[in-house]
């Protein structure tokens, strides 16, 4: 244990300035993944983009800060977690600014990848800073939760926020909300945390780290080019080929390298494992879902950016004020099975809106709600199954896979909703005046989009529910109250 853990705070209240600045990382991490895609309509109508430049627009955030989590992941643990997360501040700061020079839709990417950038160089530090500012678990736990409620009020308030703004403002300004975030979070962090003592000098694998994030990306630009090229063109598939090469010489490479930027044995332990499973689906149906649903209220029935806000609202009730339930119930069920349960009614949320959100709202607004219930459930036990199962020296690298499979499967969820509506949409979808023929046709790529996101979310929940199956068994067994 250092001296700073031994002299540590001994309440939240006594280290309010840091977790202001800490809570301030999770607020623009949530905030930017779902303020900006209720403009999306907007956007696309003032920069002129195409279907697939408006995916990007929401994409590129996620696939850079998935892409790069890991990376400066290692780099915090050596050269010093609050200094990567002040430089990474600043460069947010200064993105977000940049919005304001921004004329066209690549512009606009290229400003949105710089974000990812600087998500990318915070957020892996800011779970360690936060369990390194207290000695004790209970004040650990605690100041976790406080952190990471902000961060679901950012989720939640994101798509309404972004609608009322832009009844009064321009789409430009929901970009500019993240200036003050950054230097509340940089003050924060700059005095209220203090430099880092236990940093290490093993030789980074920064070969593993390139490798690693060309397989994230290029797995995510391939549906592009499938549709852009036409499953006729050979670009698509030398795409396809050249992402399973890397990816395997990232496999390779993490097998061989004497301190690999991910150990895959660590990876192979149970909690681990079901873990990012069950927070990879929860980031796939939150991603993909928010994205089909803010384009049928807006683009398909015709709602106005305020309404479509209004629409999301079951969600935001759910996530804002469902932590005291969340809670008690965590306690009630335990973490193995609060986790199972809460990644099986995410994919209930996902087949409801699937089978019938083009029935009207009440199934969309009950779709929100059950996949809204599903995250706030395994947000609460799936971080804490992955730091528990991982030794007590890889807990930093732990956080970044956790948050690395949620931004990875959200830019995912993203790119698989995007691509159906670009494969079975024809024409400009931000344009208005849609015929009867684009109306069925974008009706019908919800309904496939829906059904592709809760087969995937499936699958990662059944894969970790029978992952667990043996711990299940001897929890039973050792429990007389359940073996009776």
Do not use: C
């Not at 099975?337 to 809106?353: C, D, I, M, P, S």
């Amino acid at each position: 244990m250092t001296t700073s853990q031994l002299t540590g705070p001994r309440s939240l209240r006594e280290a309010w300035v840091a977790l202001a600045g800490l809570s301030a990382v999770f607020l623009f991490e949530m905030l930017d993944n779902s303020i900006l895609n209720v403009a999306l309509p907007t956007i696309g109508r003032d920069l002129q983009a195409s279907t697939t430049a408006l995916q990007w627009v929401s994409n590129s955030y996620a696939v850079v800060f998935g892409g790069l989590m890991l990376v400066f992941g290692a780099v915090a643990d050596r050269f010093g977690r609050r200094r990567v997360m002040l430089v990474g501040l600043a460069l947010l700061g200064l993105a977000s600014l940049a919005t304001v020079f921004v004329t066209s839709v690549g512009e606009l990417i290229a400003v949105r990848s710089l974000m990812g950038v600087a998500a990318a160089m915070t957020t892996p530090g800011s779970i360690a800073l936060a369990f390194r500012l207290f000695s004790g678990d209970d004040l650990r736990v605690r100041a976790m939760t406080f952190i990471s409620t902000v961060g679901l009020v950012g989720l939640a308030i994101g798509p309404p926020l972004g609608g009322f703004v832009l009844t009064v403002a321009p789409w430009q300004v929901l970009l500019l909300i993240n200036v003050p975030i950054s230097v509340l979070a940089f003050v924060g962090i700059a005095r209220g945390i203090g430099a880092d003592t236990d940093l290490h000098r093993d030789p980074a694998d920064f070969l593993g780290g390139v490798l690693g994030t060309a397989t994230i990306v290029l797995a995510l630009v391939v549906p592009t080019f499938f549709v852009e090229q036409g499953a006729q063109s050979w670009l698509p598939w030398a795409a396809t080929a050249l992402t399973v090469v890397i990816g395997v010489l990232f496999v390779v490479r993490a097998r061989s390298a004497s301190h690999p930027l991910l150990d895959l044995k660590l990876l192979a332990r149970p909690l681990v494992a079901t873990g990012l499973a069950y927070k990879a689906a929860t980031g796939l149906a939150a991603a993909g879902l928010t994205y089909l649903v803010t384009l049928q209220l807006q683009l398909d029935w015709q709602w106005s950016p305020a309404l479509a806000a209004a629409g999301m609202l079951p969600q935001v009730v759910v996530l804002i004020a469902g932590g005291p339930f969340v809670n008690r119930f965590v306690r009630w069920a335990g973490l193995d099975r609060a986790a199972w349960l809460g990644g099986a009614v995410t994919v209930a949320g996902l087949a409801v809106y699937a089978l019938f959100g083009r029935l009207g709202y009440l199934p969309v607004a009950l779709a929100l709600v059950l996949v809204a219930i599903g995250i706030r459930v395994v947000g609460a036990v799936a971080g804490v199954n992955v730091l528990k199962g991982l030794p007590e020296n890889r807990t930093s690298i732990g956080a970044a896979l956790v948050d690395t499979a949620s931004q990875v499967t959200s830019a995912a969820g993203v790119a698989v909703s995007g691509t159906v509506l670009a494969l079975m949409f024809t024409g400009g979808i931000a344009q208005p005046n849609w015929t009867a023929h684009q109306a069925a046709q974008f009706e019908n790529a919800v309904t496939v989009g829906g059904l592709l996101l809760t087969f995937v979310a499936t699958a990662l929940v059944g894969w970790a529910y029978l992952k667990t199956a043996p711990r299940r068994a001897r929890t039973r067994t050792s429990d007389p109250h359940l073996a009776s």
